[in-house]
C-alpha cells in the first residue's frame, strides 16, 4: 500500500516570512495529492491539490510543487500570517475508492 | 447547508458497548469514507464506499462494521468497544471513483471508559 512521510512535524516561522512542508510517496501508481489545512477542533480542509500530470500549481500566497520521479511534493506557504497556525496533512491517493492516504501533519506555528 | 454532517458530536461510553455514528451526505457524491484520528493527529483511513463496493482497511478491527442504507449515506458500527478505539472519527465524501477532493464532516469525538 502507499506510505506518505511528511517533514517537519513542527514548524515555527516569523510572520511574513515563506513556510515548505515536504513529503514523499511510495507507490508510483499514485496520481493525486492534495493538501488540507486542520485546525484545533476542526475539520481537515482541502488548501490546494495537484495531479500528477501537473508539475506545480498556485493559488495566491499558497503553491504546491510535484516531483514524479523522485515521489515528492511540497508545499509553500508565502507571506505567513497568524491565521495560517495550524496543523498540515499532505496526502495522496491512486484514485479507485481507495481513500486517501495521510502523512503524519506538520504543525506550523506564526510568530508575531 | 451542511455538505456532509455526522451525528453525534460526542460520544461517551463504557467498554464493551455497541454504539453507532451516522454520517449524511448532500453533494450527491458517489464515494464515501470513514477515517480515523488518534490522540496524535494521525489520520488513517478506515473504509472506503462507493456504489456497494466496499473496501477496507486491513488493519480495521472486524467489531467495526459500515452500513450505507443509501448513496447519501454510511453510517458506522462499532461493537464491543475498547479504550484504544477512543479518537475522533470523520466520515467523507468525494464526486468520482476517488482522485478528487473530499469534503469532510465535523469529526465525532468518541471517548471509551
Known amino acids: 500500500g502507499e506510505n506518505v512521510e511528511q517533514h517537519p512535524s513542527t514548524l515555527s516561522v516569523q510572520e511574513g516570512d515563506s513556510a515548505v512542508i515536504k513529503c514523499t510517496y511510495s507507490?508510483?501508481?499514485?496520481?493525486?495529492f492534495p493538501w488540507y489545512k486542520q485546525e484545533l477542533g476542526k475539520r481537515p480542509q482541502l488548501i490546494i491539490d495537484?495531479?500528477?500530470?501537473?508539475g506545480e500549481k498556485k493559488d495566491q500566497r499558497i503553491a504546491v510543487t510535484l516531483n514524479k520521479t523522485a515521489k515528492h511534493f511540497s508545499l509553500h506557504i508565502t507571506e505567513t500570517q497568524p491565521e495560517d497556525s495550524a496543523v498540515y496533512f499532505c496526502?495522496?491517493?491512486?484514485?479507485?475508492?481507495?481513500?486517501?492516504?495521510f502523512g503524519k501533519g506538520t504543525h506550523l506555528i506564526i510568530q508575531p | 447547508d451542511t455538505a456532509v454532517s455526522q451525528t453525534p458530536k460526542y460520544l461517551v461510553t463504557q467498554m464493551g458497548n455497541d454504539k453507532s455514528i451516522k454520517c449524511e451526505q448532500n453533494?450527491?457524491?458517489?464515494?464515501m469514507y470513514w477515517y480515523k484520528q488518534d490522540s496524535k493527529k494521525f489520520l488513517k483511513i478506515m473504509f472506503s464506499?462507493?456504489?456497494?463496493?466496499?473496501?477496507i482497511n486491513e488493519t480495521v478491527p472486524n467489531r467495526f462494521s459500515p452500513k450505507s442504507p443509501d448513496k447519501a449515506h454510511l453510517n458506522l458500527h462499532i461493537n464491543s468497544l475498547e479504550l484504544g478505539d477512543s479518537a475522533v472519527y470523520f466520515c467523507?465524501?468525494?464526486?468520482?471513483?476517488?482522485?478528487?477532493?473530499?469534503?469532510f464532516g465535523p469529526g465525532t469525538r468518541l471517548t471509551v471508559l
Open positions: 467523507a465524501s468525494s464526486g468520482g471513483r476517488g482522485g478528487g477532493e473530499q469534503f
Open positions: 507507490d508510483s501508481a499514485s496520481n493525486y
Open positions: 495537484i495531479r500528477s500530470n501537473v
Open positions: 496526502a495522496a491517493t491512486g484514485g479507485g475508492a481507495d481513500g486517501l492516504t
Open positions: 453533494l450527491g457524491h458517489d464515494t
Open positions: 464506499y462507493n456504489n456497494k463496493e466496499l473496501i
